[in-house]
């Protein structure tokens, strides 16, 4: 159970006592209003996650590929960040759920005049939307979401802070094609790249720690700062456990089950952390050969966009080991899932019970 | 069962077989039929509708299972019930005769939801149903074509159908509710 | 316990804030007055706003006074605060920053030059002090005049004209003198008109986009870290140059302002104990928040240490019950981890920190809710000062005379070197200059209770001890609490 911030904002808080076994789940409910990190998302709420993607994945595959569940339900897209892939998925997520869907691209806003993060929130609240996904620079800025609006926040990406929806599409591609069944316990995933700057990687962490998974970060020191730190700490929350944190490539990838290179974060670099990209991908790209270090049945991850021949060979992107295609399908069928639940729980006032 | 019971397992049999002949006779054969079980319990009665139907007439209908999840009017009930526990529809529906199974029918939306969802997959030539229980109370105007038995009850009470495929045995039982109105069942 | 305090008007009463004190008695409250370096049992009598008698207590008259209910300080003085007039009045105004000074109990403030325009030039010193006359709060305001025109870094301020108009010391604050060549002309030149610089010392290379302690915490939450060593090598440079400084002017002064680190107040204590003339403060904010609080903790920074000194895991030891991201925490220098928290405390307990000063910086609703990168830096300080001091006193980190002397003693014999002329203690003679607390009662900080007009507390919604029920100064009210 997390504890919610008792003045009504809905925002839960860590820590969640989270049982990593195996297997079975009895039926459990999605419990929170929004969905800002997976730090106070249980592993039974995971699992719910994954059950209720297949059943979006199903609808994906039918000739008419939408349902009605979210008919009526105000869905407005708040993007301060350019991004087409995520933006899309979720447009194309909802859309798929009937939802009436609102898409603001914020540099073509009154957002560019100056108008607050807090005026548009109340401004997109008052044209009518019960869900937010919002994507910001800065971190955080969901939570101030969160306090000033009355419906559900969904955060597709806030600075470094966390990309939950990634995060969860990320193991549900995993688990689909990991060779021995989705059960992550005790298999080696490695995390490759600008793990400093990486949203996706912090989310990840609370997410593979919890399903019990081997995780190791790799990529060069200066941008593992701070992050051997964080592996002791969590090592002491319930519900989770240490992660590996090195410099090492090759003890990284030795045997690895997936590997999930990051994106060099170009635009995010600053103060000289590396001496160019060549160099970066001459020591760390993920090549073929340093691939063999890894089981012969390795996944291949990657969130996108990718810079090919910079953090991974233009080889390994179209390997039969890669799924980065599936991330993408699969990104979809989980952002269904994700509103689809988080629309459960703002729960709309109850019509009578149908039967 | 918890409650006083309403139906043995022979009468759900009997009931069963009844209703499948008269599929067969308001269709004058089963030429065109399709049965589609309403996830969850209207799936093994449809099985059986089915096997029923194959003994005396010695033709397999196709089955399916539908899930109406994501078609209730409730949000709200997300949040109690999110489980999902899918849809499979192996032929084709267009222009086909779909008979709707599921095991009560109460207030009508489930099957409102249903129709919905159906209609989604293809352009049946008709849709019918048929239902184990009718327990009266409907809110839209909906009735079943075939009926195992009709029961009388108040909103206060809630009709339980067990089948051996999914609760270890067959009966109907009927318990009054203290100080609450009859909630649907899950699945 | 204290007795009730007797109090009578003699003197005809004008405006509310600022009327004589007239003829005040206080009998059997704990005194402090850390001047003469005592503390015990007293009555005190002002008469006509001269304390006319002040008593020690012993024996069977001292039974039952002790420093747990009401306590008579000398008025406290601030050396760091921010204004904001002119130029944004609407985060604050001398007159309403002065109205929040007097609810803190300080008596006299130190403002910094980072107005618009900033106080580079005598006029706008006169600006200000006239602001504060016509205020009509009998809070003593004084100010510093910048280092460079500006506060651009780059030429000097008028600084001999600024002395001469009241400036008590010259600083770039908000920002640091970025400049080594500056840095040493100011200290060299200002030496000679006997005043210090006070450097904000901070690397600003090292804390570009910077948003939070470099630390677990910048770590688990994304933001840009901000490393001890922008602060520490900023020190080590200052007290370089200062040496340097003392061959061509020997009364070259050194004050660095907010100290927040142990590696920066270690480079002090060692500059101490080689007699370089370096004066420092620290925030009550660095000595009891930490960079927890971001991450939603509410512990405070002496409930977060180890039992080896090191700081604790907020997620570990699962004490968040905030939403993280509360801009009302983002501050220049920002709120460090718990082991410098406790650098901070130890540095006023040995005297390497020789004053509390409370960085006082009122922002408006604007500036502040938004995202917690984007937000002004700055905590609305001057009023819960007392309260966080008294939390570390009640906690057992440090002695109640210690803590008063930092923010009385400590903070006079810094200006005193420029040539203030006031001085602060219980002294029979003296023109009444205190503050009466309850340390039993507790207050809490609300936007309503707080008289600045910066409500950017982290402290909202929060009790606090120590409860100001008189703040005299230069024998007129300017504080009294309403029952």
Redesign the interface.
Known sequence: MSLAVPDGTGIDLPPVVASSAPGNSAPVRWGHRHLLDLDVVSWPEIELVMQTTDAMREVLARPIAKVPVLRGTGVTILFYEASTRTRVSFEVAAKNLSADVVNIAAATSSVTKGESLVDTIRTVEALGADMIVIRHGTSGAPYLAAEHFGGSILNGGDGWHAHPSQALLDLYTIRGNLPGGPDLHGRKVVILGDVLHSRVARSNIWSLTAAGADLWLCGPSTLLRGFERWAASLAEVPGHGRFTVTADLNAALRDADVVMALRLQRERMSGGLLPSLREYAARFGLTLDRLALARPDVLVMHPGPMNEGVEIAPEVAVDPRSVITDQVTNGVAVRMALLYLLAGAAGKAPEASGG | MTGRQIMTADEIRRATIRISHEIVEKQAGTAGLALVGIQRRGVPLARRIAEAIAEHEGVTLPVGAL?I????????????????K??DLPFDLNGATVVLVDD???????IR?AM??LV???RPQAIRLAVLIDRGHR?LPIRADHVGKNVPTSREEIVRVHLAETDGEDGVDIERLVGA????VAG | MAEAIGRSLVASADAEAGRPVGDLEISRAWLVDPASGREGPGDLVVEDGIVRNLVWLDGADAAGVDPTGVIVAPGFIDLHAHFREPGFEDAETVASGSAAAAHGGFTTVCLMPNTSPAIDEASVLARVRSAAERSGSPIEVLAYGAVSVGRGGETLAALGELADGGAIGFSDDGAPIRSAAILRSALVYAGMLRRPIVDHPEDPILTDGAEANEGLVATVLGLKGWPVAAEASAVARDLAILADALADEPRARLHLTHLSTAAALDLVRHAKAARLPVTCDVTPHHLALTDEWIAGARRWAWEALDGDGGALSPWADGVLTAAPYDPSLRVNPPLRSAPDAAAVLAALVDGTADAIATDHAPHTKVDKESEFGLAANGISGIETALGLVLAAVDAGRLPLGRAIAALTSGPASVLGASGWSGSRGLVEGATADLVVFDRSASWRVESTSLSSRGKNSPLLGRELAGRVLLTVAGGRIAYEAAD
């Open positions: 899930d999840t994501f078609y209730r009017d409730d949000l709200s009930l997300v949040a109690q019930q999110p489980l999902v899918g849809t009560v029918l109460y207030t009508g939306r489930t939801a919905d969802a989604d997959f293809g809110e109105v009859a909630e649907p």
